[in-house]
C-alpha cells in the first residue's frame, strides 16, 4: 500500500470519527510496553517498539528499525 492510499485511509477515518471524544485519565501511572523482532528486515537488521498507556488508550508509541545487527537479545554477552 502506497503512502499516498495510507494517507487516505486516516483521513477517512478522522471524518468518519469526528464526534468521537477523546477522553484521556491519569488516575494511574503510565505504563511502558516494549517488544523486539530479531532479524526480520531482508538486511537483517532487528525491529523494536514501545508505547505508553494512561488507563483509557495509548498515549505515545514509536517504533523503528535497529542500527545494529544482532542474531538474539543475548547476542554479544556470555
Not at 502506497?2 to 483521513?11: A, D, F, I, S
Not at 478522522?14 to 523486539?36: F, H, M, Q, Y
Not at 532487528?46 to 544482532?70: A, C, E, P, V
Amino acid at each position: 500500500m502506497t503512502t499516498t492510499k495510507k494517507l487516505g485511509h486516516v483521513m477517512k477515518y478522522l471524518c468518519g470519527t469526528r464526534d468521537i471524544t477523546l477522553t484521556i485519565e491519569a488516575n494511574e501511572g503510565p505504563k511502558w510496553w516494549v517488544d523486539s523482532l530479531y532479524a526480520v528486515h531482508p538486511d537483517m537488521r532487528s525491529h523494536s517498539g514501545f508505547y505508553m498507556t494512561l488507563r483509557n488508550g495509548m498515549m505515545y508509541s514509536t517504533s523503528s528499525k535497529q542500527k545494529l545487527n544482532t542474531k538474539s537479545s543475548t547476542s554479544g554477552y556470555r
